[in-house]
């Protein structure tokens, strides 16, 4: 599930300069930031934009209930992804991998 809204629309709603993250298709934890942005808004409010950008799309509370649940059980994973990528990280100790992977089980 990926919502694009409008910029316009969501700036008119939300009086912000910048959208929701857009997903990227190699990055499993951008699906999930985009998720944690929509969580950061009113449910009634996202609602509202969609039904303004014609979008045929309206959470219910469990959807919102599920969205967050689903936004707790992935944090962990999210973070030690994080941790075991990018530039900046050069080597990653086995140890805090495993007390990560541990710590999830």
């Known amino acids: 599930m990926i919502i694009v809204i409008q910029q316009e629309e969501f700036s008119k709603k939300f009086g912000e300069t910048v959208g929701l993250p857009q997903p990227v298709p190699t990055r499993w934890n951008s699906v999930l930031r985009h998720i944690n942005s929509f969580l ?62 541990l710590f999830i089980v």
């Open 40 to 101: 950061k808004k009113d449910m009634e409010a996202i609602n509202s934009v969609m039904a303004a950008a014609h979008q045929d799309i309206e959470f219910t509370n469990l959807e919102w209930v599920q969205l967050r649940e689903l936004s707790d059980i992935l944090a962990p994973f999210a973070e030690a992804t994080d941790l075991t990528q990018g530039d900046q990280v050069r080597r990653v100790m086995c140890s805090l991998v495993r007390h990560t992977i």
